[in-house]
Each structure stands twice: as structure tokens, then as C-alpha cells.
């Protein structure tokens, strides 16, 4: 395997400098982490970003699995004893797995087919003599047709003599790289997807009715659209196929093999081709191609999905705050907890404010007394069943008895996963599920992150068809997201969960585990050295961890920053050279503006680190997460048969899609923004416009009760 090949395309493919790829390929095979790398290695990459750096991985691991796959084709073609050199170099060279396997395909063991048995009845010949076309009508076909009859075998007629020589030439053309390639490519450009309903939904009015009839081009067909065929199709709902100029396609392919139109055998030459579209060419490079198509449209939607994840991840925190949480309900009645400033369970209840129960003076004074005797700040209300009918109990109480707690909407998406999990049970094993739940709405108001790392990422909620895609590569980007936030925020050494600890760069959740219990054991971290005293903690994983964890009130003042501790004695220096001590020089605007950074450069930090280091000293341990804000839904608006067209009213994004946005207003079902109504400008990305949390208002353009959709406009956009 060729490593400067691979580095190389990977410069190419991603047009980024050719030392930048190489220097971040050798620091992932010597297992450092993306967030390491793009946060502190910033001279090394030439400033990549994140997402250059996860790219790089990426396509890293396209090209080592298609080296992989090189040698054992190979290995298979030498077996054959029919590796030349010019094939060699051909598989050597080729840079796409799609192309690879055409090459290959010639040469793949097959089972039995027509072409093959025709073969063993001894009709190559035959079918070499069709494909070189040196035989001219002039010559007498029946006679040399009649030299390879083999009446033992079954051949007994000229007719099976021909028909099995162009099953033989059929299966070569349809084994071609270059036909296979071409009519690719073709299909791709001129073809479309079709797709209707199948008998059994004809005549039944599903979410899928605009597709009963439908046919769109593959080269403009959204992602979102192939995802609804393919999810109709699952269904039952839906039948699809890709169709094309099959005439034009079939005189396509024979305009590249035919070489004499005078050629004895040019009639059986159309027939062997035709039949190699017919027999192999289409039905094959369909399905490749819609799955191709799919797996785009996969990527997509994994993408629009981590997007909105890490919008959420990333929602501001409601910060050190004491948290009422509510799980509403109607016939269960709605649990309540109360969660103290540091996220720690204090107090539970259960009230019944709506019907069938309707105890609403008991829930009333149940309220009264938790807010009242713990000093709740916020109100956070799960956004399930009875959410808006609770918030306006609620909201009615707190009115009623002049109390300043604020209400606020918080999803509950996943809140039942983490309340059923074995981690629920070991953090709260004498509370009930539900309380669970109840305590996780409160803690992801008061931290949002710190929650959800705590559930699959795929549960958090903000995606479509995410049950649908490719589920590995699904869980990698997730993965990935949740790593790329926890690390964008860092995480409190002394205070950070067994979860949160093992997404932070380098750790993992064995070493995570181990710092929890040496913290819980030996007490607070005075200083981030103390680590390599963790059990498998090392030098290694210190220097990938350490610029992402904070000590508040630890030795050394730089340990609540994201300074990286190899970089401290350059701090220390230029706090010296200013005649103070760091502490001094920390949040010092005026020491700060007279560094001249110049003086401190040095190999392994250039003015890139430096530059970093100078912002984190202005304001260091800062949350760079933005300002808490809520939104107020209006208490007269609780159902879809409230709404009305034209109404104004305030909402929460829930989900940003390639096609919209989805928003919550209220009423139990959420209304989408379509693209073209996100603003009065042009928008060709959704996620450049509005984000998961944002709060917006909205206009009612059209409401249907029966497939409960509702349509919305931006306002003020």
C-alpha cells in the first residue's frame, strides 16, 4: 500500500495542503484524537479545522479499506494466472471502490450461468468470433456456425449454437468496465425514479400519497424524497423503479462495440448486447445505483441529524439554578421533582391537576409549598402528553399567588430511555421511571449537555427516518458530534458524570469510570497532574485530555482554562517578563495588549497556538455556549382545531431538515416551515437560517386536521 498515494488523493479530494494531510494522517495512526488534533496541534495541520480533520479520518479510512481490497482482488486474479501488468497497474490505480469492483468483475468467481454453460459446450470460439467481427456477410454463416454443433452436449442446431454464443457475449459486455461505466453514468444523467402505490394503498390516503404517481429526475431528486420511497416501499405503500431511454441506452452500448456493420455476425451483435442490457446491465446497475442514490441521501440525513443533535447538545444552560422538573400527564397525573442548584435530586411528588383525577387545589398547594420551600427558579415541563394543559395550570398558580418562577418547554425526547436504563437505576434505584424521567427534564434544562450525553445520541429526537439510514454509520457521526460539543465546552474535572468525562478527548468510558472513583475516593482534583494517579491513566492520555477539563479553584489558575498545560511555561514566561505572577495576567485586558507575541514563538507553538492562548487569558474557562432564553406559547392556542389561518403566534425549532424546519406552537403537533418560507431571501440551506432550540415566530398558512400537518411562515425574517 502506497501511503503517499493515499495522502496524496486525500490532498486532492479535499483540496488541503499536502503537509497539513500528511502531518494529521500520522498524528490519527498514532492515536490522537480529531479534537486534539484541530484544538492544539493547530502548526502541525496548517490551522485545520474540526471538520477538516474528520474529513481527513474519513477519507483515511476509504482509501486503507480500498488498498484492503486491492490486494486480495489481486491475490484472487493472480490465482487465475491472469494478473498482466497492465491489469495490475489498473487495479493499483484506481481510487473508487465502485470502479474497482468493475474491473474486477470479469475475473469474480460465478456460479453457473448461461454464459457459462455455453462455455463448457465448447462455444467460445463461437462467441470470440461475433466479438472480433472479422467475418463479413460475403463468408457462409450456416457452415461455420455448423463447426461448433455438439449434438452430445445439446448443441444440435445452428439456432442453440448462436443463442449460446450470445449468452457468452452478453455476459463479457455486461462484464465490461468501460460498457459498465459508460451506461452508469447515462442512467445517472438521464434517468429518473418512479414510483407508485401499490394495490393493497391505491385507494387509501396515506403520507405518502404524492408519491403514488411520481417521477423525478436522479440528477435533481432531494435526499429527503428518496428516503420517503424507500421508507413507502418498506411499508408496503410504495413500488419504485429507475427508468430510462432503454432504445437509446442499448444503441449507446453497441455503438462502442460495434466495429463493421458488415460484419457476418453484426445482426447477432445487436442481440448480444440488447440481451446483456435486458439480462445483466439494467436490473444490475439499478439497484447499485438507487442504493448509491440512497446512501447519498443516508449521508444527508445523518448530516441534517448530527447538525441538529449538536444544536441541541450545545442549547444554552439554564446554569446553577434550583429546577422544578414536571412529567406531565393526564390519567397518571404529572410527576414532579425538584433538583438543586448542582443537578442533585432533592424532593419528589405526584399531583393530578386534570381530568379524570382533577385534584387541582391538592397540586395547587403541592406546588405552592416545593417552590416556596426550596426557592425554585425555573419550571421545567416536559413537551409530551398534557404539556401545554399543565403549563397553563402552572403558569396559572404561579399567577395566582404572584410567584416569579418561570415556566419553560424542555424535550423530553429520550427522557424514557435514559429513565429505564441501567444507569437511571444505579444513580436513583429507589425512584420510579417516571420520576426518572421527571428529574432528567429538570437536569436538561439545567444543563442540556451534561443530560443528554447520558442517552443514545439517536434517541435525542431531531432527526427524520433516522431508523431508516445506515445505522453504522449513523452511531459514528453521532458519536462524533456528541465528542466534538463536550470537547467545544470542556468539562469540570470535579463535577462532570462517568458519561460526560468518557466523551472528552483521549479518556473513554474505562478511564472515566476510574476517575470518578479516584474522585470519589481521594476528593476533589487540586491539580490536573494528579490525574496520572488514576488507575490506566497515562502520559498519552493526559496530553489528549487535559486542555478539555477545568479545575475551578485548583492550584494553578490555568487549570480552569483551555489552555493546554504543555503551554503553561509560556504563560508563566510572559507573565514574568510583565513582572507579575498568572494570576495577574489572567483577565488583565491592559498586561495582555502588551504581550508581543512574537518573542514567544517556538517550534512546536507558532502564532496560531498563541493566538488561542491570548483569547483563552481574557476570558478563560468562559462557557461558550450562548445566554439562557425560553419561549412563551400562548394559552389560548392548545389543539389543531384552536389554529387558524393567518394566526401569529411564538415557537421552538424542534428539527431543521434539507427541506425545513419543524416548529413547536403549542398544540401536541409540530407545523413545518418549509424552505421557501423560512425568509423573504433566498435560502438554500435551512441550517444557515434557523437552528434546533431557536426560538420563532411563526404565521399559520394552512392547516389539515385529518393527516394533522400544519403549515408555517417565518415572521420577521
Known amino acids: ?414 427522557a424514557s430511555v435514559y429513565s429505564a436504563s441501567p444507569l437511571a437505576s444505579q444513580e436513583f434505584p429507589d425512584l420510579d421511571v417516571t420520576v426518572r424521567g421527571a428529574i432528567s427534564i429538570a437536569r436538561r434544562l439545567q444543563d442540556p449537555l451534561a443530560e443528554l450525553v447520558k442517552i443514545d445520541p439517536k434517541s435525542i429526537g431531531v432527526g427524520q427516518y433516522q431508523y431508516d439510514v445506515n445505522q453504522i454509520q449513523l452511531k459514528k457521526q453521532l458519536d462524533a458530534t456528541v465528542e466534538s460539543a463536550v470537547n467545544y465546552v470542556g468539562a469540570n474535572l470535579n463535577s462532570a458524570s462517568t458519561e460526560l468525562l468518557s466523551y472528552i478527548s483521549g479518556i473513554g468510558r474505562m478511564v472515566a469510570k476510574n476517575i470518578v472513583q479516584y474522585r470519589a475516593k481521594n476528593g476533589s482534583f487540586k491539580d490536573k497532574k494528579e490525574l496520572l494517579n488514576v488507575p490506566l491513566f497515562g502520559e498519552k492520555t493526559f496530553t489528549q485530555c487535559a486542555g478539555f477539563l477545568r479545575i475551578a479553584g485548583g492550584l494553578n489558575p490555568l487549570d480552569n482554562s483551555a489552555v493546554h498545560p504543555e503551554s503553561y511555561p509560556i504563560i508563566e514566561k510572559m507573565a514574568s517578563d510583565l513582572s507579575v505572577d498568572v494570576s495577574g495576567l489572567i483577565g488583565n485586558d491592559e498586561l495582555i495588549r502588551k504581550i508581543e507575541l512574537k518573542k514567544y514563538i517556538m517550534p512546536e507553538t507558532g502564532l496560531l497556538t498563541l493566538t488561542d492562548i491570548i483569547q483563552e487569558l481574557k476570558k478563560p474557562g468562559v462557557d461558550p455556549r450562548n445566554n439562557f432564553s425560553t419561549t412563551q406559547f400562548n394559552d389560548e392556542i392548545n389543539t389543531l382545531d384552536d389554529l387558524k389561518e393567518n394566526m401569529i403566534l411564538d415557537g421552538t425549532v424542534t428539527n431543521v431538515t434539507n427541506f425545513g424546519a419543524f416548529v413547536d406552537i403549542g398544540v401536541h403537533q409540530d407545523g413545518l416551515v418549509h424552505i421557501s418560507k423560512l425568509s423573504s431571501k433566498f435560502v438554500t440551506n435551512p441550517h444557515e437560517i434557523v437552528s434546533v432550540g431557536e426560538s420563532l415566530k411563526v404565521k399559520v398558512l394552512k392547516v389539515d386536521t385529518e393527516l394533522k400537518r400544519i403549515s408555517l411562515e417565518v415572521i420577521g425574517r
Not at 41 to 52: A, C, L, S
Not at 200 to 205: G, P, S, V
Open 1 to 414: 500500500m502506497s501511503g503517499k498515494r493515499i495522502i496524496d488523493w486525500i490532498s486532492s479530494d479535499l483540496k488541503l495542503s499536502e503537509s497539513g494531510v500528511r502531518n494529521t494522517v500520522v498524528m490519527l495512526s498514532d492515536g490522537d484524537t480529531v479534537p486534539f488534533i484541530s484544538r492544539y496541534r493547530k502548526e502541525k495541520t496548517g490551522n485545520f479545522t474540526e471538520i477538516n480533520v474528520r474529513d481527513v479520518a474519513d477519507k483515511l479510512q476509504y482509501y486503507v479499506e480500498l488498498e484492503t481490497r486491492k490486494e486480495s482482488i489481486i491475490k484472487s486474479i493472480e490465482e487465475q494466472k491472469k494478473l498482466i501488468p497492465e491489469l495490475r497497474k489498473q487495479v493499483e490505480e484506481c481510487k473508487e471502490k465502485t470502479k474497482l469492483e468493475d474491473i474486477y468483475l470479469p475475473y469474480k468467481p460465478k456460479r453457473q450461468t448461461k454464459a457459462t454453460i455455453a462455455k463448457a459446450n465448447g462455444l467460445e470460439p463461437l462467441a470470440i468470433e461475433i466479438m472480433e467481427q472479422k467475418l463479413l456477410m460475403k463468408e457462409n454463416r450456416e457452415e461455420i456456425i455448423r463447426k461448433y454443433l455438439n449434438p452430445e452436449k445439446g448443441i444440435d442446431t445452428v439456432d442453440k449454437a448462436i443463442a449460446g454464443a450470445i449468452d457468452i457475449v452478453a455476459e463479457q459486455i455486461s462484464d465490461n468496465a468501460a460498457i459498465r461505466g459508460m451506461l452508469r453514468a447515462f442512467i445517472i444523467t438521464n434517468g429518473s425514479l418512479r414510483s407508485k402505490a401499490t394495490k393493497a394503498a391505491e385507494n387509501l390516503k396515506t403520507k405518502y400519497d404524492m408519491y403514488y404517481d411520481y417521477n423525478e429526475s436522479l440528477k435533481t431528486i432531494p435526499g429527503h424524497r428518496l428516503l420517503a420511497v424507500r421508507r413507502g416501499t418498506k411499508e408496503q405503500v410504495l413500488s419504485w423503479k429507475i427508468v430510462t431511454e432503454d432504445e437509446q441506452a442499448v444503441g449507446l452500448i453497441f455503438s462502442k462495440i460495434a466495429k463493421n456493420n458488415k460484419s457476418l455476425f453484426y445482426h447477432e451483435l445487436y442481440t448480444a448486447v440488447k440481451t446483456a442490457y435486458d439480462r445483466h446491465l439494467y436490473h444490475s446497475l439499478q439497484v447499485e445505483i438507487f442504493l448509491a442514490k440512497m446512501d447519498d441521501a443516508d449521508k444527508d440525513a445523518i448530516n441534517v441529524f448530527a447538525t441538529n443533535a449538536k444544536n441541541l447538545l450545545l442549547a444554552s444552560p439554564a446554569g446553577h439554578k434550583v429546577i422544578m422538573g414536571i412529567d406531565p400527564g393526564f390519567r397518571t397525573g404529572c410527576k414532579v421533582v425538584v433538583i438543586d442548584a448542582n443537578g442533585n435530586f432533592k424532593e419528589y411528588h405526584a399531583i393530578f391537576p386534570h381530568e379524570p383525577a382533577l385534584k387541582i387545589k391538592e397540586a395547587e398547594d403541592i406546588l405552592i409549598d416545593l417552590i416556596e420551600e426550596y426557592y425554585v427558579e425555573l419550571i421545567a415541563i416536559g413537551n409530551g402528553t398534557a404539556s401545554k394543559e399543565t403549563s397553563i395550570f402552572v403558569n396559572a398558580v404561579l399567577k395566582k399567588h404572584n410567584l416569579k418562577s418561570k415556566v419553560v418547554i424542555v424535550s423530553e425526547a429520550g
